[in-house]
């Protein structure tokens, strides 16, 4: 039995939209959306220039037997909004631990979006979490009020590094405790 039937990504609805796992036929929105400077920089993990296939590769691996990362697609069709308007994922730290990392179109900032999808995601727990993390630059507010409106607690200052800046950036950590 591999991983992939362990790991099974189940659809989560998330008020107007569904957080389905990610597709091969995402790869063209997804690569629009993090080519741009201000998702890329919200970010630690997305480059700027975004190189030609990294789009590809992250949902070739997010689609693995063996990943570690579990990441949706933040649908909008039933909103009207699109196939894709943000993606959602869990990694696996540890033994009931993940973190959660999130990024929505600049499109649709400021509407409601990363709420209802972090507060689905959470709620739905698929990886069988007691806790979530999560880390969020401290250029960034709007990403730390979703964190709090959903639940989760302050913990620290820490660092990163950003691809798309190019150094390390000072965070906010969070968590939230689900046990």
Known sequence: ???????????????????RPLRPSDAGLMTLYTSDIRVAQTTSSI??????????AFIARCMDDNRIEDAWAIDGTRAGTGEL???????????????????????????????AA?????????QACRTIFAMVQQGNPASARVLTNCGFVYLGDAESYCLARGHTVPTWTYCRKLD
């Open 1 to 19: 039995m591999g991983l992939s039937s362990i790991y099974s990504q189940p659809v989560i609805s998330a008020g107007l939209y569904d957080l």
């Open 47 to 56: 480059a700027h220039p975004l190189p030609p296939g990294a789009t590809e």
């Open 85 to 115: 308007v943000g993606v959602i994922s869990l990694t696996r730290l540890d033994v009931g631990q993940s973190e959660i990392g999130y990024w929505v179109a600049p499109l649709f900032w400021n509407s409601g979006v990363a709420s």
């Open 118 to 126: 972090v507060s689905a995601l959470v709620a739905a727990n698929p």
